[in-house]
Structure formats: C-alpha cells, structure tokens
T-cell receptor, first 116, second 114 residues
Framework: EPEVTQTPSHQVTQMGQEVILRCVPI?????FYWYRQILGQKVEFLVS????????KSEIFDDQFSVERPDGSNFTLKIRSTKLEDSAMYFC??????????????FGPGTRLTVL | GNSVTQMEGPVTLSEEAFLTINCTYT??????LFWYVQYPGEGLQLLLK?????DKGSNKGFEATYRKETTSFHLEKGSVQVSDSAVYFC?????????????FGTGTQLKVEL
C-alpha cells in the first residue's frame, strides 16, 4: 500500500540554524500539506501546496518558513532560523484530488524536531 | 473560522466497556468530518469519516454519525480492547482557500485496562 514517507525521523538542531524536513508524498497525489504538533498539544495546520504554489497558510507559517517541491517527488519544509518554540513533531500529508473534502489526507510518520 | 471541540481526557476504561468520545464543531458551509487515531510513537491514521449530514462512518468497531442539527460527530465503540489505547482526534475539512486543510480538536487520550 502506498504511503507518505518523511526523513529524518528525528532532527536535533541549535537555535538559529536552518533545517529542512523532507517528505515523499504518495506518487499520484496532487495536494500536499504540513502540520505540526507541539508535545501534548493539538495538531495544527501550517500550509497547503498545489500546482507548485502555496494555496493556504496559517498564521504560524511566517517568513521563517518555506516549502518547495524541487523535483516532482519530494516536498520540503524549510525553517530558516529555528527558535526554541519550533520544537514539535512535523507531519507531512498528501491528498489525491483538489476538489472534494471526502478525499482522505494520508499522513507520514512525522519528523520530531528538537531545537536546543 | 472553523473549530473542533473534544471532550477532555484521559479517558480510562476497562476492557469490553462502552466508549463515547464527544466531538462538536463550528464551521461554515458543509465540512467533511473525520476521526484520526494516533498510537504511541506513531503518526496519524484515519479511523473513519463522514462527508454529509446523517452519514455514519465506521471502521474496526468504531462508529460516528454526522449530526448537522447538533453539529456533532461523537465517536463510539461498543466494546473496547487494550489495543484501542491511543489518542483520538476529531477533525473537519474545509477552508475558503481551496486547500481543504484539516482543523483538529485537542485530542482525547484513551487508556484501556484489563
């Protein structure tokens, strides 16, 4: 069964450093997402991406964040200068079709980011 | 904006007990509703979904009915097992931006004991 994969599973970085979190969505999917979950809190939407551009982003997704689909298979989330409060589990998700809420978002296993 | 409210956890039950986890929502338009489950150390898995009013989603003995009149989507299971111990998230899909982002509730931790 196809699945969303994410690397690395755990990333430790120093405050102020840049990190890139990588995701490989399911191959025929068209819509891509990043969510994050701070330990013990709810899952929060960061950004959605379609047709090589951001379709929606949350207030969390400020200028320090960017997303890219560099090669048609990978989908990356970059944080330019990490802060302590960026420590969280980051989930990538993908969906088959733009239209129709009934289409399921498939989630990856997550990358745990720890900022020291 | 859209929001989801779930009952506070943790919920601790004995095996074979009946489970209800309450979920209510606020949304514009006609969202789809979902329950996701997160087992310890793992990511989110879709448990069940409902796309329109009065639909019942079901999977692995879990059920939830989309109630538009009460804006609710309560999760139920008649007889829980220890293996059902996990965090359960209610979510809705829908956004004006066309991205159909998911809005999650805070999650309810379920612990099932022998």
């Amino acid at each position: 069964e196809p699945e969303v994969t994410q690397t690395p599973s755990h990333q430790v970085t120093q405050m102020g450093q840049e990190v890139i979190l990588r995701c490989v969505p399911i191959s025929n999917h068209l819509y891509f997402y990043w969510y994050r979950q701070i330990l013990g809190q709810k899952v929060e939407f960061l950004v959605s991406f379609y047709n090589n551009e951001i379709s929606e982003k949350s207030e969390i997704f400020d200028d320090q964040f960017s997303v890219e689909r560099p090669d048609g298979s990978n989908f990356t989330l970059k944080i330019r200068s990490t802060k302590l409060e960026d420590s969280a589990m980051y989930f990538c998700a993908s969906r088959a079709d733009r239209w129709g809420d009934y289409n399921e978002q498939f989630f990856g296993p997550g990358t745990r980011l720890t900022v020291l | 904006g859209n929001s989801v409210t779930q009952m506070e956890g943790p919920v601790t039950l004995s095996e074979e007990a009946f489970l209800t986890i309450n979920c209510t929502y606020t949304a514009t338009g006609y969202p789809s509703l979902f329950w996701y489950v997160q087992y310890p150390g793992e990511g989110l898995q879709l448990l069940l979904k409902a796309t329109k009013a009065d639909d019942k989603g079901s999977n692995k003995g879990f059920e939830a009915t989309y109630r538009k009149e009460t804006t609710s989507f309560h999760l139920e299971k008649g007889s829980v097992q220890v293996s059902d111990s996990a965090v359960y998230f209610c979510a809705l899909s829908g956004s004006t931006g066309g991205g159909n982002k998911l809005t999650f509730g805070t999650g309810t931790q379920l612990k099932v004991e022998l």
